[in-house]
């Protein structure tokens, strides 16, 4: 499957932005998704992930609250809702898919667990 990332941009702290992230090659619903961040001289983190139906996600600690993972199998896209960005927030974001469909295993959140990533947008949170 291939993976576009969107979305990115500059904002002020307390400002919002949305992600999208859209799919193609394979049958979009037999993957769950994920998104992860990278910051400069850090390693890659995960951020949100959500099930192959749409019907459970999973955030970290520090975005709790703050985001909002979806997804439209429809359109082949999943979104990622961020509304009171900090500067901690900036980074460069990251779409990754995992093939399966599970209905009870605990969602992944290393990245060593997903198959497909997209190019990454950048998100930028001025103070």
């Known amino acids: 499957v291939q993976l576009q990332a969107s979305g990115g941009g500059s904002v002020q702290a307390g400002g919002f932005l949305r992600l999208s992230c859209a799919a193609s090659g394979r049958p979009f619903s037999n993957y769950e998704m994920g998104w992860f961040r990278q910051a400069p001289g850090k390693e890659r983190e995960f951020v949100a992930a959500?099930?192959?139906?749409?019907?459970?996600?999973y955030l970290e600690d520090s975005v709790k609250g703050r985001f909002t993972i979806s997804r439209d199998n429809a359109k082949n896209t999943v979104y990622l809702q961020m509304n009171s960005l900090k500067p901690e927030d900036t980074a460069v974001y990251y779409c990754?898919?995992?093939?399966?469909?599970?209905?009870?295993?605990?969602?992944?959140?290393?990245?060593?667990?997903?198959?497909?990533w997209g190019q990454g947008t950048l998100v930028t949170v001025s103070s």
């Open positions: 959500i099930r192959w139906s749409g019907i459970g996600t």
């Open positions: 990754a898919a995992r093939s399966g469909t599970y209905y009870y295993a605990p969602l992944k959140t290393s990245p060593l667990d997903y198959d497909y």
